[in-house]
């Protein structure tokens, strides 16, 4: 296989501590070295990236997407899905069962994963259910989903109500070491709701959700990880009150982690009133911004930050929704929830770095070698550029300028709260296994022809 | 743009008293006659017709207000604040001699709008028409049977009435757009 | 310059000075959030001019020839789909009505398909009741034709607050500094919400009182942000209704017991049902008002239903007028 330089990028791996200029090689499609700055493989190499301006990072990890295939294929493919990825940086997905049929069994599991390789631009890692049908009655065999590939379960879309269940899944679970992925949301109090409980509901006569919903579950949730001793990860935490139950439950060593989404920490309940969040009336009840868990305050967005900050949140994954234009031009409560993330997730997340309201390398940490500790080293080692392990890339441009445009969108899914607007920070080149998935139009790769 | 003044209130004055002579001897006496001043300085100029025809005949005759605006045939032509002001026909108009007092009698559309009203509210004997001034360019077969003063103008030219239960003074106007180059 | 822009000038140096912008802005009337007090005092005043056709023999003026109001209704009502077609029948426009719970909704056409083959039939005005919260707002964007909100799920009904406002102007004048009460389920009362935003920016106070479980969560922090100072929670009626000028208790739906949020209907009578001792407290001239249909015996009782002090009926036929006048403000910026 060819040889692939990088060369004269700013790399930074959070996994070795990294903070350099330097070169990186690939060959055989893994990271032969790093930083090296004296230029030695410029004559050998048959691809030279120049990779001046950029920086090179471990490619990011997505712990959460929606990927609608098989069975909602005209919101997403997985063709389109992993295509989206690339161009947003990511080179490994997980992607949630909630497809139809369900990921409930092997021979799901193992179509997921035979369109992948065949069609996926990235890798693609299933999660299994953890309940038949997604049904929250019976356990799927998780052993056997297991030995399939699946990285963790859930029945995201959906919180495992009854708590009898979720303990056994638990302690089923805990023999495999594979973490139960948890949607915390308590139907009794959530129900009907479109929006966050609060002063906007109140204003636009719409049902909402307290943040009480999502706490009671983690609350429940973090007791029975403790009760039996198995790996609990929440999805898409979106309240300062969760955050402090995750925070506590950590200084008791709790196996919790938890992860937060891009659009969970910029946008607030006011989007619902679009953009100007308020003074165009016109502009109200933007379906763009329903979501689940729906958006939330101000108090909320900094405790989420904090979060990162002092490692309550272990990543940041996009929860990419793609929809129908159908499925959400339509009344708010009829609208359906979900945000397609994949390709505005990195820009929408430099600017809390512009904003200095967290540091480039933490950033990248929450994308690579954090989420990678979550999913194992059962595909290999992930989100890092040591030597030897997958040549899994990305370059990114921290200053670069671009606007959103959702018709231009590799995903099927248009269905963005942040269409139209300028974002600062851009992915330029994508690499995968060594090979070049993803490249912006600017750059231009140096090919050496062999006679 | 320049202001000239055409009419100073004496002038005024002795036309509508002209003009109520006129109205009298047309129709042979005061009886069955009902003003309707046109929203809005036809009002104060009918109010003043009818005290004067009553210092003349003796006894009050019934004045009303009219509003136009929602019988004009030109929705998209409004005033930046489109005050629909009151209309007041206080008796039956049916069998009666109406009519109508405006300030300025212009293109005539007004007027027409005022029959189509006066229409909907019974059916008059006949419809007449009393204005100020007159200042030409019909474009609508309508003629004033009473007429203040005959003021012939040019389209660019605007004829301004003040009234002193509006404007505080008596007067009527012409306001002629300046030349290129003169003050 | 023609008359018809002469007539225009003379009535300009009647208005505002130094206006050189519209006073009514409003292509479509979806809430009165965005009302400024010169536009409500402009449909006040359009409204008496309306209330005088009415009083006519001849009911009816040309105003509105040649343009059609498609009133389109995906709840059910009498009373307000009336009023908007006699509205908008005594301005002599064309109306078609639409019953969208019988027509092709149900064969599954979504809300733009429905709307869009409306406005291709030539549509000019749609007056739309939706049992969504913001579905007249999706209309709105998507729509050229100007969209009349006639109530939409539990967030706007901007001509109900506007013949409200119109009624209390008829009796007690000037709204500064009243005390407006309105009583029941604020939770899923667009009347309410609607009557927040039009009774403040005229200057009156208002007490919103209800059992906790039918006050909106969220209401006191969106008030406060709001009208810190001119709108109040309270639970206890007596409280509420002292020294107040107009009571308006909201009807209440039987579901609501049905759905728990309120344990009984006569729990609910005996704590906040609006009798001839509650009323006592307000003020002796106080108005009784009624956004319609009455539960009589529930939310108010017949004595009071019936009392001397209810305009309730009056409001109907206020509301009549105050339509025209909103559908001839608006057909008329539409081409501005």
């Known amino acids: 296989m060819a040889k692939l330089l990088i060369h004269g990028g700013h790399i930074i791996d959070p996994s070795q501590h990294l903070d350099i200029t330097g070169d990186v090689l690939i060959k055989d499609g893994k990271i032969v070295s790093v930083g090296d700055t004296r230029n030695t493989a410029l004559h050998d190499a048959d691809i030279i990236l120049d990779a001046s301006g950029m920086v090179v990072s471990p490619g990011f990890i997505d712990l959460h997407c929606h990927l609608r295939q098989p069975g909602f294929e005209d919101a997403e493919t997985i063709a389109t899905g992993t295509l989206a990825a690339a161009r947003g940086g990511f080179t490994t997905v997980c992607c949630m069962p909630n497809t139809y049929p369900p990921l409930d069994d092997r021979a799901s599991v193992d179509y997921v994963k035979q369109l992948a390789a065949a069609e996926g631009y990235v890798r693609v890692l299933p999660v299994g259910c953890i309940t038949k049908g997604r049904r929250g009655a019976e356990l799927v065999e998780m052993d056997e989903l297991a030995r399939a590939g699946v990285i963790g379960f859930s029945d995201d879309g959906e919180p495992v109500a009854s708590t009898r269940t979720m303990r056994l899944a638990m302690e089923y679970a805990s023999r495999l070491g594979l973490p139960i992925i948890e949607h915390c949301e308590d139907k009794g109090l959530s129900q009907g709701g479109v929006m966050n409980e609060g002063w906007v509901s109140a204003r636009l006569g719409l049902r909402g959700i307290p943040a009480a919903a999502e706490e009671i579950m983690v609350a429940r949730d973090i007791n029975l990880a403790a009760l039996t001793g198995c790996r609990l990860h929440i999805a898409h935490v979106s309240t300062a009150g969760s955050v402090k139950l995750i925070r506590d439950a950590k200084k008791k060593d709790i196996p919790v982690t938890a992860e937060v989404t891009p659009h969970h920490l910029l946008l607030t309940e006011e989007r619902v009133m679009g953009k100007t969040t308020g003074s165009n009336t016109l502009a109200f009840y933007d379906t763009s911004a329903k979501v689940n868990p729906p958006l939330r305050t101000c108090t909320d967005i900094k405790a989420l930050v904090e979060g990162i900050k002092d490692g309550t949140i272990d990543a940041i994954a996009t929860d990419h929704a793609p929809h129908t234009l159908v499925d959400k031009l339509c009344e708010f409560d009829v609208a359906a929830f979900g945000i397609s993330g994949l390709e505005t997730a990195f820009g929408c997340l430099m600017s809390l770095v512009h904003n200095k309201q967290i540091n480039l390398m933490v950033l990248i940490s929450q994308l690579t070698c954090k989420p990678a500790r979550i999913i194992g080293t059962k595909y290999g080692e992930l989100g890092t550029l040591k030597t030897g392990t997958p040549a899994d890339i990305t370059l990114f441009d921290p200053n670069r300028e671009w606007l959103v445009d959702s018709s231009n969108f590799a995903s099927k899914g248009k269905n963005t709260p942040f269409d139209g607007e300028l974002l600062k920070g851009k992915v330029m080149v994508t690499i995968v296994q060594g090979e070049i998935v993803h490249k912006d139009e600017d750059i231009r790769v140096k090919r050496r022809s062999r006679a | ?183 | ?336």
Not at chain 2, 74 to 89: A, G, Q
Not at chain 2, 97 to 122: P, Q
Not at chain 3, 14 to 42: C, M, Y
Not at chain 3, 67 to 85: G, L, N
Request: proline residues 5%; aromatic residues 4%; hydrophobic residues 40%.
């Open chain 3, 1 to 336: 310059m023609n008359s018809a822009e002469q007539t225009a000038r003379a009535a300009m140096s009647e208005t505002l000075p130094g206006l050189s912008t519209p006073v009514w802005q409003h292509h479509h009337v979806l809430d009165l959030d965005d009302f400024s007090r010169e536009e409500i005092d402009l449909v006040m005043e359009t409204a008496e001019a309306m209330a005088e056709v009415l009083q006519r023999e001849v009911k009816r003026v040309p105003a509105l020839r040649g343009k059609t109001v498609v009133t389109m209704f995906y709840e059910p009502s009498t009373r307000t789909r009336a009023s908007f077609e006699l509205a908008a029948k005594s301005l002599s426009a064309d109306t078609i009505s639409l019953d969208a719970t019988r027509s092709s909704v149900t064969k599954g056409e979504s809300l733009l398909d429905t709307l869009r083959t409306i406005q291709a039939l030539g549509a000019d005005i749609i007056v739309m009741r939706h049992q969504y919260s913001g579905a007249p707002y999706i209309a709105a964007r998507h729509i050229s034709a100007s969209i009349i909100n006639a109530g939409d799920g539990w967030h706007a009904h901007p001509s109900q607050a506007l013949l409200d406002i119109y009624t209390i102007r008829r009796h007690l004048g000037d709204l500064a500094d009243r005390k407006v009460v309105i009583i029941g389920d604020i939770m899923h009362s667009r009347v309410a919400r609607s009557n927040i935003w039009g009774m403040t920016t005229m200057g009156a106070r208002v007490v919103l009182c209800g059992p906790p479980t039918l006050l909106p969560p969220g209401l006191k922090e969106f008030i406060s942000r709001f009208w810190p100072a001119q709108v109040t929670v309270e639970t206890e009626i007596e409280k509420a209704i002292k020294d107040a000028d107009v009571v308006m208790p909201l009807r209440l739906q039987l579901e609501r017991q049905q759905s728990g949020l309120i344990p009984s209907i006569r729990e609910y009578i005996r704590l906040y049902q609006l009798n001839e001792d509650r009323l006592a407290l307000a003020k002796p001239y106080a108005l009784v008002m009624h956004p319609g249909p009455m539960n009589e015996g529930i939310e108010i009782s017949p004595a009071v239903a019936q009392s001397t002090q209810s305009v309730i009926e009056e409001q109907v036929t206020n509301g009549v007028a105050v339509r025209m006048a909103l559908l001839y403000l608006v057909a008329g910026r539409k081409n501005n």
């Open chain 2, 1 to 183: 743009m320049a202001e000239r003044i055409l009419l100073s209130p004496e002038d005024i004055r002795r036309a509508l008293v002209r003009i109520a002579h006129e109205i009298i001897e047309r129709n042979k006496g005061a009886r069955d006659i009902v003003l309707v001043g046109m929203q809005t300085r036809g009002v104060p100029l009918a109010k003043r017709l009818a005290a004067i025809i009553k210092d003349i005949e003796g006894f009050a005759i019934p004045t009303g207000s009219l509003d136009i605006s929602l019988y004009r045939d030109d929705l998209s032509r409004r005033p930046l604040k489109p005050v629909v002001h009151p209309t007041d026909i206080p008796v039956d108009i049916t069998d009666k001699h109406v009519v109508l007092v405006d300030d300025v009698f212009y293109t005539g559309r007004s007027i027409r709008a005022a029959m189509d009203a006066i229409m909907d509210f019974g059916r008059p004997r006949t419809i007449q028409l009393a204005v100020l001034v007159d200042r030409g360019h019909r474009e609508l077969p309508i003629r004033a049977d009473y007429v203040g003063k005959n003021i012939p103008t040019s389209r660019s030219e605007e004829i301004k009435v003040y009234v002193t239960e509006i404007d505080g003074e008596d007067k009527v106007t012409i306001v002629t757009p300046n030349r290129g180059g003169a003050v």
